[in-house]
């Protein structure tokens, strides 16, 4: 049983949940239904890890969106991904003291009308004009309602203006335990780090660990965390889960990029479901969950259409659990010389063992 925290329902019935967002394979989908994705970084490895991680996992289309010097490496890298040269920096503006922005992020926004879903950092770097850029596109994302994953250096413009994502539902964030006490520094608010919160042991360290992540997600009006450790705590500021499936002992780089593009793709199975792209087999739910309650019946209902609120949890929890299965299985195989790519080639194999093809899917032809 996954060890679990204000939400009491186990791995299993978790998992089960998760199936009922997963699209089938049926022959009716034309290609781009069953996600389009695309990455936002700006160098090489960690968007390619990213961008192909939610490739294997099963979206249609995966993007990268990257600086222009990075875009054949990425391509070279694999010809899988679509790779577009359109992130500007400081070294391709003409004067970079007096730059329009709306211009410049122009290009990138004029993709989001085909885009299901986004992830906002890998290898972005710090260039103050690459930042500036990518600080408008969330902004238009987030007014076209667009779900998108932060992490890396996507979190430092939220450390930078928090009212970016404040209120903004349809957000996850992957702060590391450095990552979390930056942004909750930035927000003035007073939490247990992580590794305080270890350090002080005890039976309720899990308890813990989950109150500072609710308090961090409350003070950003509630977007959804994935608070990265020994085990993950996923919160919306109402409820909390734990992902603790095992994973590797290995803590090489680039482990998190397969956690953000499980997640987006994770988000546009999940904007497909509530768009009832196929029949679930479920009844409609007038209610949107407003509390753990609400989402506990959600998750032990066998026949209830589920809310954006828990939809949004599962896929969150769902997408921890796989990176973490992704990281047991590569350990196993390679030991302490396991890499970033080990995790990549294990992303399909963790999903059919932790979650499987829901009913209904026309996988044996």
Known sequence: MESVHHVSVSSKILFSKVRKIVPPMLEKFHKGQLGRVAVI????????????????LGCDMSHVLCEPTAAPVIKGYSPNLMVHPLLPSIDTVEDPNSIDVSSLAGPIIGMLSRLHALVIGPGLGRDGVTLKVVAEVIREARSRSIPFVLDAD???IVTEDPNLVKGYKDCILTPNVVEFGRLAKALGIEVASPAEVAKSGGSDVTSKESDACEQLSRALGGVTIVQKGPHDVISNGVTSIIADTKGGLKRSGGQGDTLTGSLATLLAWRMAYHDKLWDSGEKDNEKEAQNKEDVQAELESENMRMSPATTLL????????ITRECSRRAFKAKGRSM?????TDEVHHAFLVLIGEPEGSQTHL
């Open 41 to 56: 970084g700006g160098y090489t490895g960690a968007p390619y890890f990213s961008a192909m991680a939610s490739a294997r």
């Open 154 to 156: 996507g979190l430092l």
């Open 314 to 321: 599962l896929a969150a929890w769902a997408g921890s659990s």
């Open 339 to 343: 890499q970033a790519s080990d995790l």
